[in-house]
């Protein structure tokens, strides 16, 4: 997209959130449900199809074009963004990258569109961090694979048209190189959705388990056309999603920032607004400071990705550092807000319990921790200067 056309996409989006969505924040949490005129201005603004080419329907941005977006994403609910987020990121990026034409050109239109929900699924009851030792088994019968096993905190499982799900088909090969990625259709006889799981926060967002008891699924429907590539396709799928989510953290940071800075102003203690206090600065000036250095991480290594490079340790890095800086972010404005930071009538609280989340999903900060040291060393090794 030419600077200009993303600069107009970036304002209309802005507008978007601050005028439509901010104000719709408490109907949301006290509904639990985004309301449908929301996805539908979603859909008119491409939304959906952020990051899938032109040629399938999509709006074709690169990823340093989509965490601008993103950024202005961040300023509200996160459950607004979680409606496209698994479209754009996770649910349809494998089949962008490692799909066949065929699978590219049956679904990336209809997820561009949001017409069908794409979801990820990868987690199990037993396989959350150690996602390599996954047990849901696809075994291989003729023209079609049948699958069963039970898929954990799926987001946007109860509204998902189809899963990018990772299964094992090689039983004798316990380890990553045992894994396939399929598309699975979610009205395929045998697949069931559990309920909604109820959450701490992002009511709005929806997980829930997903169970396969037999369900078929045609051989034509392996991402990529081969086994044993599935743990990979689902690594770089998540590499390009901790910098999404990164940028996520970014824009929640400058909201609470936002709302910390007006509060500060107009609540007055000892006959003067807390804004005037060193001590309430220090804590502004801290929010400010870590929020602007995620900010410029991300764009230096979003730039790089779109550019071609791997930046597999610099993704980690910033899904690692954005993460645990929108939680003191967040931990600071509820203390500028005194005992107001924690009622529900302030939109801080409620921020409080979103953002935290950002530190569990897609990669613990202790697995960002590991594969970050897990690189340095591998350079070190090879002699690579960091
Ligand atoms: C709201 C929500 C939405 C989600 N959406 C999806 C989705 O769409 N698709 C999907 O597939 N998954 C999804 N997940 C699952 C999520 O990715 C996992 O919860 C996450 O990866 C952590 O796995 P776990 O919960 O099993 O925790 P565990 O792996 O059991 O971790 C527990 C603790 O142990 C630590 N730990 C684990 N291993 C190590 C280690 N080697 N060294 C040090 N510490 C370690 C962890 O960091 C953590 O602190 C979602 C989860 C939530 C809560």
């Known amino acids: 997209m030419d600077k200009d056309t993303l600069e107009q996409t970036r304002l209309t989006l802005r507008r978007f959130v601050r005028e439509r969505l901010v104000p719709l924040e408490k109907q949301v949490a006290d509904d639990d449900k985004v309301p449908d005129e929301i996805r539908r201005g979603f859909a008119e603004m491409g939304l959906f199809g952020i990051s899938i080419p032109e040629e399938y329907g999509g709006l074709g941005l690169d990823l340093a074009e989509e965490v601008e977006l993103i950024f202005e994403m961040g300023w509200t609910s996160p459950a607004f963004r979680s409606m496209f987020g698994s479209n754009v990121g996770i649910g349809s990026q494998g089949i962008l990258i490692d799909g ?6 049956t679904w990336l239109p209809r ?11 990868l ?8 996602a390599a030792s996954l047990r849901t088994r696809a075994e291989r019968q003729g023209d ?3 699958i069963n096993g039970a898929k954990r905190y799926i987001t946007n499982a109860p509204h998902a048209g189809i899963f990018t799900l990772m299964a094992r088909t090689d039983p004798n090969n316990k380890g990553a190189g045992g894994i396939t990625a399929f598309i699975v259709e979610a009205n395929s006889p045998g697949l069931s959705i559990g309920k909604p799981d109820k959450k701490m926060g992002q009511r709005g967002a929806h997980t829930a388990d997903v169970v396969f008891d037999n369900v078929k699924v045609p051989v034509a429907n392996v991402i990529g056309g081969k086994e044993g590539q599935g743990f990979k396709t689902a690594m770089k799928v998540l590499d390009r999603g901790r910098l999404h989510i990164a940028a996520l953290c970014v824009g929640a940071a400058e909201r609470l920032i936002h709302e910390s800075v007006a509060y500060a102003r107009e609540r007055k203690q000892f006959g003067q ?3 005037e206090f060193q001590l309430v600065q220090a804590m502004l000036a801290d929010s400010r400071t870590e929020a602007y250095a995620a900010r410029c991480m991300i764009r230096e290594a979003a730039g790089r990705y779109a550019a071609g490079e791997n930046v597999s340790m610099e993704a980690s890095c910033c899904k690692y550092y954005a993460s645990e800086m929108v939680g003191r972010v967040a931990d600071r404005a509820v203390q500028i807000h005194g005992g107001a930071g924690y009622m529900q009538e302030y939109a801080v609280e409620r921020f409080y ?6 530190r569990l999903y897609e990669g613990t900060s202790q697995i960002q921790q590991i594969v970050i040291a897990r690189q340095m060393l591998r350079q070190a090794e090879a002699g690579i200067e960091g």
Do not use: M, N
Request: charged share 25%.
């Open 353 to 358: 319990r979103d953002v935290r989340l950002f």
């Open 273 to 275: 607004p807390i804004a």
């Open 144 to 146: 079609h694979y049948v």
């Open 123 to 130: 987690t199990e009851p037993d396989a959350g961090s150690d």
């Open 111 to 121: 997820l561009a569109s949001g017409e069908v929900i794409a979801s990820f699924a």
């Open 100 to 105: 066949t034409p065929e699978q590219k050109e």
